[in-house]
C-alpha cells in the first residue's frame, strides 16, 4: 500500500505556536494568547539565546494560557489600581449603600496604605499576615481586621474571575481570629430606668419601640405615619433610613471636610426598602406603645406649627424640631446620652435588638412568631435566634424547674416578676412617675414641669416680660393633668428651658430668581424656649436653601447671634437665586424637589 505523501510545507494551523531562528542569532517564538480588543489575534513574542530555552518558554507560556489565562499586554495591575477600579466601578453600581461604605473604608483607610504599592500578581498570603497583625498592633480590632481580610478577598476573586490574577491569595492567608463576644442584654429593671429617663426628652417613643419592638435603628427612623394603624394597632416595617452622604455646596471652598461644609449637599437617597422578604413586616403594638405613639403625633403637630416656615413635611414619624429626617450619627449619640443619664452601662444601640429578642424568649413567644417580628429569613433564623436571645438566669431557673418536676416530681417553684424586678405584661407602662405637676401658668398657657423651682422661675420671667397679663404657678394632681392638661404626660418638662433668643429669615423666591413676597414677616425672633421641641439651633448662624415641591426655592436662616444671621441671609437669598434658575447644578429636577437641609 502506497504511503501518503508529506506535504511540501511545514506551515503551522492559524492560531498555533511557532519557533525559528532569527538573523539576530536568538530563537524567537510567538504564542497566540487570546484576541485583542480590536478582534485580531493577541500574538505574544519570547526570545532566547536556544533552541531548547526557547521552546520552554513557548510551552510554559501556552500553559499559562491554558490554565488562568495571561494580562493583557500593558496592563500591570498594582493592588491599589486594582483595588480603586474595583470599589468604584465594579462594586458600586451592585451592592447597595451601606455595603459600599464598608467596602470603601476597607480599601482607602486601609488595604491601600498597607498593600497599595504591590503588584498584583506578586501579593502573597505572607504579606497579607503581617498586615493584619500590624493592623491590630496599631490598634485596630480584630473585627476591624476581619472586614478587611473579607473585603479584600471578595476584590480578588473578582480578579481571579476576569483572569488578573491566577490565584487569590486570600484563600490561603490565615484570616484574623475572631471571638464573638457574647452580648450581655439589658435586665428588664435597666430598661425600665432608661423608659423613665426617655420620658423626659423629644422622641420618647423612639426609644421605647426599640426596646420593646427590638426595630433596627434604619426601620425606626424610615417608619412613616402612614405605616402606623392606629385601629388595628400595627406597625409595618418597609424601609430604613440611610445614612446621608455630603458633597460641598460651596465649590470646595470652605477647606473642610464635605460634612462640615456650610452649604454642604445631601447627595444619598433618605431611605431604601427592606434588603429582604422578612424584613418588610408588620409587627403588632402594646396598647401603651400605641398611646406613647398618639401623644408624639399630637406634640409634632405643635412643632408643626411653631417652626412656621421652616418646617420640612415629609410624613416621618421621628424628626427634628423642624421636620428633617433623623440623621442616624445623631441619634447613636442620643442613645448613649440617654445611657448615661438613666445611669445605665453603656452598650450598642444594636444591644436594644438583642434585649428585645431575649424579652420573647422569656415570654415564651413561639418561634415563628419571634421570626417574622425580628425580620428574620427563615433559612437562617435558626441562626439569628442563637445569636439574639440570651438564656438569662430566669430562663435557666425556668428550665431547671420544669426538668426536676419531670423527673422527681418535684413542684418547685419558678422565681416571679417581682424576684427579678421583671414586668412580664408587656402592655404595662413601667415608666414611674411623679404624683404632682407643678404648671406654669403663663396667660392662657399652662406649661407643665417636674420641679417647682422650674415653673416658678419660668412664671417669673414670662411675667416680667408680658405686663399686665396674668401669670402664676399652680400644683396640679399627675392624673388630673395627664387627663385635662394639653399634651399629656410627654408635656411635663424635666429641666429649665433655654433663655437665648433664635433669630429667623426667610425668603422665597419663583423660578428664574424673582423674589416672592409671601405676606409673612422677612425676619422674626423667637426665645428658644418657646418652642416647644428645645429649640431650633445652639449655634450663631445655620442657613440652607430648599426647593419645594413647585419650582420655588425657600433661603432660611437661623442662629442666636444677629449680626451673623442679617449676614448670612444675603448669602442665603444669593444661593436661593442660582438655584431657582440652574436647578440641575443643585440636584434638583422639576419632578422631585430636593428640600433637604444642609
Same mark, same amino acid.
Given at each position: 500500500?502506497?504511503?501518503?505523501?508529506?506535504?511540501?510545507?511545514?506551515?503551522?494551523?492559524?492560531?498555533?505556536?511557532?519557533?525559528?531562528?532569527?538573523?539576530?542569532?536568538?530563537?524567537?517564538?510567538?504564542?497566540?494568547? $487570546?484576541?485583542?480588543?480590536?478582534?485580531?489575534?493577541?500574538?505574544?513574542?519570547?526570545?532566547?539565546?536556544?533552541?531548547?530555552?526557547?521552546?520552554?518558554?513557548?510551552?510554559?507560556?501556552?500553559?499559562? @494560557?491554558?490554565?488562568?489565562?495571561?494580562?493583557?499586554?500593558?496592563?500591570?495591575?498594582?493592588?491599589?489600581?486594582?483595588?480603586?477600579?474595583?470599589? !468604584?466601578?465594579?462594586?458600586?453600581?451592585?451592592?447597595?449603600?451601606?455595603?459600599?461604605?464598608?467596602?470603601?473604608?476597607?480599601? *482607602?483607610?486601609? =488595604?491601600?496604605?498597607?498593600?497599595?504599592?504591590?503588584?498584583?500578581?506578586?501579593?502573597?498570603?505572607?504579606?497579607?499576615?503581617?498586615?493584619?497583625?500590624?493592623?491590630?498592633?496599631?490598634?485596630?480590632?480584630?473585627?476591624?481586621?476581619?472586614? +478587611?481580610?473579607?473585603?479584600?478577598?471578595?476584590?480578588?476573586?473578582?480578579? +481571579?474571575?476576569?483572569?488578573?490574577?491566577?490565584?487569590?491569595?486570600?484563600?490561603?492567608?490565615?484570616?484574623?481570629?475572631?471571638?464573638?463576644? !457574647?452580648?450581655?442584654?439589658?435586665?428588664?429593671?435597666?430598661?425600665?430606668? &432608661?423608659?423613665?429617663?426617655?420620658?423626659?426628652?423629644?422622641?420618647?417613643?423612639?426609644? +421605647?419601640?426599640? &426596646?420593646?419592638?427590638?426595630?433596627?435603628?434604619?426601620?425606626? =427612623?424610615? &417608619?412613616?405615619?402612614?405605616?402606623?394603624?392606629?385601629? +388595628?394597632?400595627?406597625?409595618?416595617?418597609?424601609?430604613?433610613?440611610?445614612?446621608?452622604? *455630603?458633597?460641598?455646596?460651596?465649590?470646595?471652598?470652605?477647606? @473642610?471636610?464635605?460634612?462640615?461644609?456650610?452649604?454642604?449637599?445631601?447627595?444619598?437617597? !433618605?431611605?431604601?426598602?427592606?434588603?429582604?422578604?422578612?424584613?418588610?413586616?408588620?409587627?403588632?403594638?402594646?396598647?401603651?406603645?400605641?398611646?406613647? =405613639?398618639? @401623644?408624639?403625633?399630637?406634640?409634632? $403637630?405643635?412643632?408643626?406649627?411653631?417652626?412656621?416656615?421652616?418646617?420640612?413635611? @415629609?410624613?416621618?414619624?421621628?424628626?427634628?424640631?423642624?421636620?428633617?429626617?433623623? /440623621?442616624?450619627?445623631?441619634?447613636?449619640?442620643?442613645?448613649?446620652?440617654?445611657?448615661?443619664?438613666?445611669?445605665?452601662?453603656?452598650?450598642?444601640?444594636?444591644?436594644?435588638?438583642?434585649?428585645?429578642?431575649?424579652?420573647?424568649?422569656?415570654?415564651?413567644?413561639?418561634?415563628?412568631?419571634?421570626?417574622?417580628?425580628?425580620?428574620?429569613?427563615?433559612?437562617?433564623?435558626?441562626?439569628?435566634?442563637?445569636?439574639?436571645?440570651? &438564656?438569662?438566669?430566669?430562663?435557666?431557673?425556668?428550665?431547671?424547674?420544669?426538668?426536676?418536676?419531670?423527673?422527681?416530681?418535684?413542684?418547685?417553684?419558678?422565681?416571679?416578676?417581682?424576684?427579678?424586678?421583671?414586668?412580664?405584661?408587656?402592655?404595662?407602662?413601667?415608666?414611674?412617675?411623679?404624683?404632682?405637676?407643678?404648671?406654669?401658668?403663663?396667660?392662657?398657657?399652662?406649661?407643665?414641669?417636674?420641679?417647682?423651682?422650674?415653673?416658678?422661675?419660668?412664671?417669673?420671667?414670662?411675667?416680667?416680660?408680658?405686663?399686665?397679663?396674668?401669670?402664676?404657678?399652680?400644683?396640679?394632681?399627675?392624673?388630673?393633668?395627664?387627663?385635662?392638661?394639653?399634651?399629656?404626660?410627654?408635656?411635663?418638662?424635666?429641666?429649665?428651658?433655654?433663655?437665648?433668643?433664635?433669630?429667623?429669615?426667610?425668603?422665597?423666591?419663583?423660578?428664574?430668581?424673582?423674589?416672592? /413676597?409671601?405676606?409673612?414677616?422677612?425676619?422674626?425672633?423667637?426665645?428658644?424656649?418657646?418652642?416647644?421641641?428645645?429649640?431650633?439651633?445652639? =449655634?450663631?448662624?445655620?442657613?440652607?436653601?430648599?426647593?419645594?415641591?413647585?419650582?420655588?426655592?425657600?433661603?432660611?436662616?437661623? $442662629?442666636?447671634?444677629?449680626?451673623?444671621?442679617?449676614?448670612?441671609?444675603?448669602?442665603?437669598?444669593?444661593?436661593?437665586?442660582?438655584?431657582?434658575?440652574?436647578?440641575?447644578?443643585?440636584?434638583?429636577?422639576?419632578?422631585?424637589?430636593?428640600?433637604?437641609?444642609?
Amino acid at each position: 500500500m502506497a504511503q501518503p505523501k508529506k506535504p511540501h510545507t511545514s506551515r503551522q494551523p492559524n492560531g498555533a505556536s511557532s519557533i525559528f531562528f532569527g538573523k539576530d542569532g536568538r530563537w524567537h517564538g510567538y504564542v497566540t494568547v $487570546g484576541v485583542k480588543d480590536d478582534g485580531r489575534p493577541d500574538r505574544r513574542h519570547i526570545s532566547r539565546k536556544t533552541r531548547p530555552e526557547a521552546t520552554k518558554a513557548v510551552r510554559d507560556l501556552e500553559k499559562q @494560557r491554558d490554565s488562568t489565562g495571561v494580562a493583557k499586554a500593558g496592563q500591570i495591575w498594582t493592588v491599589k489600581t486594582w483595588l480603586t477600579h474595583w470599589v !468604584e466601578n465594579i462594586a458600586a453600581p451592585n451592592v447597595g449603600e451601606n455595603t459600599i461604605d464598608g467596602y470603601r473604608v476597607a480599601v *482607602y483607610h486601609h =488595604l491601600i496604605p498597607g498593600l497599595g504599592a504591590h503588584r498584583l500578581e506578586k501579593l502573597e498570603p505572607e504579606h497579607l499576615e503581617r498586615f493584619y497583625r500590624k493592623m491590630q498592633a496599631n490598634g485596630s480590632a480584630a473585627g476591624t481586621a476581619h472586614q +478587611v481580610h473579607r473585603t479584600v478577598r471578595t476584590a480578588l476573586n473578582e480578579a +481571579v474571575r476576569r483572569r488578573h490574577l491566577a490565584t487569590n491569595p486570600t484563600s490561603v492567608a490565615k484570616a484574623p481570629k475572631l471571638e464573638e463576644e !457574647e452580648v450581655e442584654p439589658y435586665t428588664v429593671e435597666e430598661v425600665q430606668r &432608661l423608659l423613665l429617663e426617655a420620658g423626659k426628652h423629644r422622641n420618647t417613643a423612639r426609644w +421605647v419601640i426599640a &426596646l420593646a419592638l427590638g426595630l433596627r435603628q434604619g426601620e425606626v =427612623l424610615g &417608619l412613616k405615619w402612614e405605616d402606623v394603624d392606629f385601629e +388595628v394597632g400595627v406597625i409595618l416595617v418597609r424601609r430604613g433610613r440611610l445614612r446621608p452622604r *455630603y458633597k460641598h455646596g460651596c465649590g470646595d471652598k470652605c477647606g @473642610r471636610k464635605p460634612g462640615y461644609c456650610p452649604q454642604k449637599i445631601n447627595i444619598r437617597r !433618605e431611605t431604601k426598602d427592606t434588603k429582604t422578604r422578612a424584613g418588610k413586616r408588620p409587627i403588632g403594638v402594646p396598647e401603651e406603645l400605641l398611646k406613647l =405613639l398618639r @401623644r408624639h403625633k399630637e406634640q409634632q $403637630g405643635r412643632e408643626r406649627t411653631l417652626a412656621r416656615d421652616l418646617w420640612v413635611e @415629609r410624613g416621618y414619624v421621628f424628626t427634628s424640631p423642624t421636620g428633617e429626617p433623623l /440623621n442616624p450619627n445623631t441619634d447613636f449619640h442620643r442613645w448613649k446620652d440617654l445611657l448615661k443619664a438613666a445611669n445605665v452601662r453603656d452598650g450598642r444601640l444594636h444591644d436594644a435588638r438583642h434585649t428585645a429578642a431575649t424579652v420573647l424568649l422569656i415570654l415564651g413567644v413561639p418561634e415563628a412568631v419571634v421570626d417574622r417580628i425580628m425580620g428574620w429569613e427563615p433559612g437562617k433564623s435558626a441562626r439569628m435566634r442563637r445569636r439574639y436571645q440570651h &438564656l438569662t438566669g430566669q430562663v435557666l431557673q425556668q428550665t431547671a424547674a420544669k426538668v426536676g418536676s419531670l423527673l422527681w416530681g418535684t413542684a418547685t417553684s419558678l422565681p416571679t416578676a417581682a424576684d427579678e424586678g421583671a414586668v412580664t405584661d408587656p402592655n404595662r407602662n413601667p415608666v414611674a412617675t411623679a404624683p404632682t405637676v407643678y404648671v406654669a401658668c403663663l396667660g392662657e398657657r399652662h406649661v407643665p414641669f417636674a420641679h417647682r423651682a422650674y415653673a416658678e422661675a419660668v412664671a417669673a420671667q414670662w411675667g416680667a416680660e408680658h405686663p399686665g397679663c396674668s401669670t402664676g404657678m399652680e400644683e396640679w394632681d399627675r392624673e388630673k393633668w395627664e387627663r385635662h392638661g394639653p399634651g399629656g404626660a410627654l408635656a411635663v418638662r424635666d429641666r429649665m428651658p433655654d433663655r437665648r433668643v433664635v433669630h429667623h429669615a426667610h425668603a422665597l423666591f419663583l423660578a428664574g430668581g424673582h423674589r416672592l /413676597n409671601t405676606g409673612g414677616p422677612e425676619r422674626w425672633s423667637t426665645p428658644a424656649w418657646e418652642f416647644e421641641a428645645e429649640h431650633y439651633t445652639d =449655634l450663631p448662624v445655620r442657613w440652607h436653601t430648599a426647593r419645594r415641591p413647585g419650582q420655588e426655592v425657600d433661603a432660611l436662616v437661623r $442662629g442666636t447671634d444677629k449680626g451673623a444671621v442679617d449676614q448670612a441671609f444675603g448669602e442665603a437669598c444669593a444661593q436661593a437665586v442660582d438655584r431657582a434658575a440652574n436647578p440641575r447644578k443643585y440636584g434638583d429636577s422639576a419632578a422631585h424637589s430636593d428640600s433637604r437641609p444642609l
